[in-house]
T-cell receptor, first 121, second 112 residues
Framework: EPEVTQTPSHQVTQMGQEVILRCVPI?????FYWYRQILGQKVEFLVS????????KSEIFDDQFSVERPDGSNFTLKIRSTKLEDSAMYFC???????????????????FGEGSRLTVL | GQNIDQPTEMTATEGAIVQINCTYQ??????LFWYQQHAGEAPTFLSY????GLEEKGRFSSFLSRSKGYSYLLLKELQMKDSASYLC?????????????FGKGTKLSVIP
């Protein structure tokens, strides 16, 4: 079964350092997402990406964050200067949405990767 | 904005039936998801309701009433492996949007 893969599974970094989290979405998916979950809290939307550009972003996704699809398969989240409060599990997700022959849009399932745990010291 | 409420914790007995409720107040609505999340793992998709009514999928069913801003997830024939957090999430309006707003999750403990 196809899956979303993420690396690294766990990264420890010093405050102020840059971090890049990598994701390989499912190959025929068109929409990509980053969500995060601070330990013990709810899953929060960060950003969505379609057609090589950001389509939506939340208030959390400030100038310290950026996303990129450098080579047509990887989808990366960069945090330029990490803060303590950036410590969280970061989930990549993807979906393939299309309109079927009946004209009805398929809602599809949002597939999540296993997550990258970021610890900022 | 979206506000989603669900109970923090529930306990049920193996083999029993449990209903996890979710209420939402939203400025836009394009469907409601239920996800299962085991500790330290990614959320996995359980169901998606966009129209009122009941969707059944094996031991899991999900119900939606848009007029009441209410959904529930029904789990039948509970198994120990069903112990997990169950996340209610609302899809923001917009045909191409899968910006989901999640509730805090309901931690279900299944006991023998």
């Amino acid at each position: 079964e196809p899956e979303v893969t993420q690396t690294p599974s766990h990264q420890v970094t010093q405050m102020g350092q840059e971090v890049i989290l990598r994701c390989v979405p499912i190959s025929n998916h068109l929409y990509f997402y980053w969500y995060r979950q601070i330990l013990g809290q709810k899953v929060e939307f960060l950003v969505s990406f379609y057609n090589n550009e950001i389509s939506e972003k939340s208030e959390i996704f400030d100038d310290q964050f950026s996303v990129e699809r450098p080579d047509g398969s990887n989808f990366t989240l960069k945090i330029r200067s990490t803060k303590l409060e950036d410590s969280a599990m970061y989930f990549c997700a993807s979906i393939r949405e299309f309109t079927g022959t009946s004209g009805r849009r398929s809602t599809g399932e949002l597939f999540f990767g296993e997550g990258s745990r970021l610890t900022v010291l | 904005g979206q506000n989603i409420d669900q109970p923090t914790e529930m306990t049920a007995t193996e083999g029993a039936i449990v209903q996890i409720n979710c209420t939402y107040q939203t400025s836009g609505f394009n469907g409601l998801f239920w996800y299962q999340q085991h500790a330290g793992e990614a959320p996995t998709f359980l169901s998606y309701n966009v129209l009122d009514g009941l969707e059944e999928k094996g031991r899991f069913s999900s119900f939606l009433s848009r007029s009441k801003g209410y959904s529930y997830l029904l789990l039948k024939e509970l198994q120990m492996k069903d112990s997990a957090s169950y996340l209610c999430a609302v899809r923001d309006s917009g045909a191409g949007s899968y910006q989901l707003t999640f509730g805090k999750g309901t931690k279900l403990s299944v006991i023998p």
